[in-house]
Each structure stands twice: as C-alpha cells, then as structure tokens.
C-alpha cells in the first residue's frame, strides 16, 4: 500500500508518516516545505496549485491520501483560512478524481466546528448540530462540506474525521499542553522567571495522544465508510487547571507560581468539549492506549530536550 499524507512537516504529519511506516506503507509527503524525514521524501508543493498537486500524485500514484495539511491559528486572516483549508481540499479532491480516483481519501476536520456544543449534551456525537465559535472553525466545516460534495457527486472514497484536541511530543508551543511545558522546561534552566503565564484555566478539553489519533486516521482509511464522518477523541474531560497541575507535578523545582496572561485568553473560549467516539470504535475497534499522565511526560521531556538545544 502506498500513501501520501499531506502537511507532512507538521506535527501530525510526523507522526503519522512515521506510523505508516511501522504499518508497512510506502510513503511520500507533500507541504509547502520540502526535506526529508525518516527517508520519506516530503515534496514542496502549494496544496492550491493543482497542476504541481497532480504531479506530484501521478509519481506517487497512492492507495490512500490522509489531508493534514491546514491552516490552525484561529486568529489569521480569513481569506488564508479559506484559501488553505477549504480551497486547498478542493484542489487536492479533484486532483484525486483526475489521477487516482480510486484512492480512499481522509479528509482531518476539527472537534472545533461543534463549537459551543449542544447545550449541555455529552459527550458529544457526530449527528449533533456544527456551532462554530472561530473562524477556524468556519473552514474546517466548508472543508468537510467540499469533501462530502466530491465524495456525493464524483464517488471520491472520501472519509471525514474530526479530532478534539490532539497533543504530544512536536507539538507547537501555541497549543495549550505545549504552551505550559515549554514554560516549566524554561523556568527549570532559568530561562523564565518561575512564573506561568496562563489562560483560562477553567475550561474543559478531550485530549488525544496524536499516536493514538494517527493510527486512527490509518485504521478508518483502511475499513472507513466513504462518505462518513468519526470523531477522533478520548471521551474524557481535563480541566486545562487540572492539565496544568498534572505537568507542574513533574516539573524539577517545587514554587512555580502561576500569572493569569490575557493574551492567552481566547475571544470566544467554548466551556466545554468532550467527544463520542463510539463510531470510530464500533467502525475499527479503535481505543486510545497512551494515557494522558505519559503524554505529558512526553511533552515535558520534548520541551526539555528543545530547551536544552537552544543553549
């Protein structure tokens, strides 16, 4: 079997192209950088230049395509949100329908288009109604809208996932787990004053260890249902004050203390996200297997590891 994962350079995209391997896969990547990782050549296309996409699959002549690459910050620009993560999957998708059309395509959406969630339903499944409280969110719904279209009108082996929030070792620091350990990883080298800064503590999240989630991306491509949607998540709830306790209790030195930042607090901050992934399960049998306390070790270790490269 042969795949090709696109934002391969990033953080989900390492991990998933080194999981791949380990499955047996021949693997290529394409982002808007090029390289190489683990062997695998990444090749450096813009997702929206569809003549230099069906190149680039006319080598590869991939089985599966798993679609990374996106666009996160919610706070960019619109129009690069759009450009990116919905036009970017168009173009991809007919590129698909032009040089593979046979190729099971996984399209990775956001636990973020349920937004503000259902009034108080959870944990939350995938019939429940899209509330968007950023723009980010906005594409990933035009994104997954575009997915379902190509897969309703030209027959495209498209499966859509939306994973809640995926954390681990590589992740940036603008995410919420990273965001925390880096700052202990700096405080312990004396880099930081031993004070946190903080946002809302009082939110609660669904966290998966991104190995989990990428061999739940290669368990749907392999026995998903074209057309269908699955949450990818671990169905248990952290308060990101709790997140923060659990890391603090590994950090090196005792008395950080820890600095409400306002420029950490999101504009529309949604109280509360816990997904159902019982579709995922009952589809492949999937379970998440890395339990958070060693995620966070995990991520800790990372940050240590890059700290101490910055020296």
Known sequence: MKALVTGAAGFCGRHLMSHLLQAGYGVSGLDCTDGIYLGITIHKVDVNDIAAVQAVLEVVQPDVVLHLAALTNPRRDYQELHRVNVLGTLTLLSAVHQVCPAATVVVTSSGAVYG????GTLPIKED????????YAVTKIAQEMVAYQQFAEYGLHVIRTRAFNLTGPGES??????????????IETGRQEPTLNVGNLNAIRDFTDVRDAVRAY?????????????????????????LLD????????????????????????VPIQVGDATRLHRTTGWLPEIPLQQTLQDVLDYWRQRTDEES
């Open 246 to 269: 659990d890391l603090l209790a590994l950090a090196r030195m005792p008395g950080i203390a820890v600095q409400p930042d306002p420029s950490r607090l999101q504009p529309a901050d």
């Open 218 to 242: 290669r368990l749907l491509a392999e026995q998903g249902e074209p057309g269908a949607v699955y949450n990818v998540c671990s169905r248990q709830g952290t308060r990101i004050g709790q």
């Open 116 to 119: 503000r969630g259902p009034g």
């Open 128 to 135: 429940e109604p899209l509330r968007p409280a950023n723009l």
């Open 173 to 186: 620091a603008s995410f919420v787990t990273s965001a925390l350990a880096r700052q202990i990883a700096r």
